[in-house]
């Protein structure tokens, strides 16, 4: 009922205003709306048999949002349905639905005033980011007010309120009880011809609310008298960032701190007292046209990465990817191909040290060449026992791409990963660090314009976790409207193979893929099988449990 209330609230907000300006400004209604729907087929030897496969047997999820502009005012609203969803938690199914996100604001000049939710981020993201990561369940949003403020070179944001989601109640469109507020600044400086500097900096305050307070004292208490301490209310992070830019040369760091707070340690077994900092670069250059026929181009990409303590949560209560305040992706590879983004590394929040180095090389028109390197250690403090730092994540990649001609192209490369399996994904002892290499090939042939035939293939060779897998795909897409795939990812050689099956059976992970697009819509039907393992969209990764059904999804845009 509070749900239908406040939408006939928000509505007729909205027909009010739209009536006295109704003369002057018709205003314009936009919006889009997804879907999702899978049906679960029960597959022990794979491990699919998590509760929507004995109870449930299927999913829907639904979000449709709605977006209203007129005489400077906007006003935005979306319909959430979650019915026996695994989204939010993948060993377990939520239900709900109702208004899970609205928005109204104004623009004054260069004022915006805006109430309701809001998704917004303070430089790159790693003091605060509000976002949505739909098809892995994850909403920051942050309901509350806000206000961004632009002139010239001057950007100003400052916001007050709560995260979206409370983990008390497990209601995910109710708001977490804690006080967010945060302000943050940014100047653009033009000092030269192709010369820019950037400065920023921000700062956030979170406030734990009493019932959270009191739970943190009787964690405190519970633990031995050498581990207790005065936990806080408030805790405070500060950033500084700047970016300079000349020419094709861009360096962009910064640096982050966070007072002390109660923190969860690294096995999540009681609380401590640390306060946290990160250290950020990244440095990259990019040129192209060289050479007497004007081809060659060169681009170069290298990042650095420094995390200690830095868990910034709206609770200490909060685990894996919920309540997160600030947006901390790895810096590794985001790889897209199946068996190539199998071992990806989690960014390790208590402690980690991480550089990338990436190199595209275009020697030719019609060929691209494409290096790239990522290691991931842990702090000395967090290391081995004599304080030396753990390797934690190496990966070493190489791609050609080259196109034959105008009908055909291809692509060939070669992945190496080192992974430490119980790091990431917190296996027992029995799982050992993976050392996996994959090569891969990819052949796309275009009949015209509208219609193409590709072919991808991948092999991972391991002797550990599950075992060495094949993975290969044709998709044809047909027209401008049609897309059929087929694929299947074979485990060649099984390791940890569920109980009551047989070792040497090779096991089949099928896929069948068919969706039509016509203009902004696009619906599809799958068949899909999926091997445990970690899912990243958008740099943030969590561990999910096999899967073995039939998925259905649309979306359109209006």
């Given at each position: 009922m509070k749900y239908l209330l406040t939408g006939l609230f928000f509505w007729g907000g909205i027909l009010h205003i739209y009536g006295q300006n109704a003369v002057l400004d018709r205003g314009s209604l936009s919006g889009n709306f997804m879907s999702n729907f899978q049906a679960y087929?029960?597959?022990?030897?794979?491990?699919?048999?998590?509760?929507?496969?004995?109870?449930?047997?299927?999913?829907?999820?639904?979000?449709?949002?709605?977006?209203?502009?007129?005489?400077?005012?906007?006003?935005?609203?979306?319909?959430?349905?979650?019915?026996?969803?695994?989204?939010?938690?993948?060993?377990?199914?939520?239900?709900?639905?109702?208004?899970?996100?609205?928005?109204?604001?104004k623009d004054i000049g260069g004022l915006n005033l805006t109430a309701g939710y809001f998704y917004d981020q303070f430089g790159s993201g790693m003091i605060f980011r509000s976002y949505e990561e739909r098809m892995i369940g994850l909403d920051y949003a942050v309901q509350g007010l806000r206000v961004k403020y632009n002139y010239k070179n001057l950007a100003i944001k400052a916001f007050a309120g709560q995260q979206k989601g409370n983990i008390f109640t497990g209601d995910r469109f109710g708001v977490s009880p804690q006080a967010l507020k945060g302000f943050n600044a940014e100047y653009t400086f033009n000092l030269a011809k192709n010369l820019?500097?950037?400065?920023?900096?921000?700062?956030?305050?979170?406030?734990l609310d009493q019932t959270t307070m009191n739970a943190v004292a009787t964690q405190i208490n519970s633990q031995p008298l050498a581990e207790r301490f005065i936990p806080k209310y408030n805790v405070y992070a500060h950033n500084g960032y700047a970016t300079l830019a000349y020419k094709d040369i861009t360096l962009y760091g910064e640096y982050v701190y966070k007072s002390r707070e109660a923190i969860y340690n690294q096995f999540g077994t009681a609380l401590i007292n640390r306060d946290g900092n990160i250290i950020f670069t990244t440095l990259s250059y990019s040129k192209a046209n060289l050479g007497k026929k004007k081809q060659f181009s060169f681009g170069a990409n290298l990042q650095y990465k420094r995390i200690e303590n830095f868990d910034f949560r709206t609770s200490p209560f909060e685990t894996l990817n919920n309540g997160l305040i600030s947006y901390l992706p790895s810096i590794t590879r985001q790889n897209t191909y199946r068996l190539l983004a199998r071992y990806t590394a989690v960014t390790q929040m208590l402690g980690e040290n991480a550089y990338q180095g990436e190199l595209i090389i275009t020697p030719k028109r019609g060929t691209t060449i494409t290096l790239n390197i990522s290691d991931v250690n842990s702090l000395s403090s967090n290391g081995d026992s004599l304080g030396r730092p753990k390797k934690l994540f190496r990966e070493r990649y190489l791609e050609i791409q080259h196109k034959i001609n105008k009908k055909l192209k291809g692509k060939l490369g070669v992945q190496y990963i080192y992974y430490d399996q119980q790091r990431y994904?917190?296996?027992?002892?029995?799982?050992?660090?993976?050392?996996?290499i994959t090569p891969f090939f990819e052949i796309t042939y275009k009949f015209n314009s509208k219609t193409s035939l590709r072919i991808e293939g991948q092999y991972l060779e391991t002797?550990?976790?599950?075992?060495?897998?094949?993975?290969?795909?044709?998709?044809?897409?047909?027209?401008?409207?049609?897309?059929?795939?087929?694929?299947?990812?074979?485990?060649?050689?099984?390791?940890?193979?569920?109980p009551g099956f047989d070792p040497n059976e090779l096991i089949h992970y099928y896929s069948a893929y068919v969706g039509y697009t016509s203009g902004p819509t696009v619906v599809s039907l799958a068949y899909i099988k999926q091997v445990q393992g970690v899912n990243c969209t958008g740099g943030i990764c969590r561990v999910e449990p096999a899967f073995s059904g039939v998925r259905a999804t649309l979306t359109t845009s209006f």
């Open positions: 087929d029960k597959d022990p030897k794979i491990g699919a048999n998590t509760e929507v496969y004995n109870k449930h047997k299927s999913s829907a999820d639904a979000w449709l949002f709605l977006n209203y502009n007129i005489s400077g005012y906007s006003f935005s609203l979306r319909y959430d349905m979650f019915n026996n969803s695994p989204l939010l938690n993948p060993q377990s199914v939520y239900n709900k639905q109702g208004i899970g996100f609205w928005q109204a604001s820019r500097f950037s400065p920023g900096a921000s700062t956030v305050n979170r406030t994904q917190q296996k027992d002892t029995s799982y050992h660090d993976v050392v996996a002797g550990q976790d599950l075992g060495s897998f094949a993975n290969a795909v044709i998709e044809l897409n047909y027209t401008s409207h049609w897309s059929f795939s087929v694929g299947d990812m074979v485990n060649t050689k099984p390791l940890h193979v569920q």
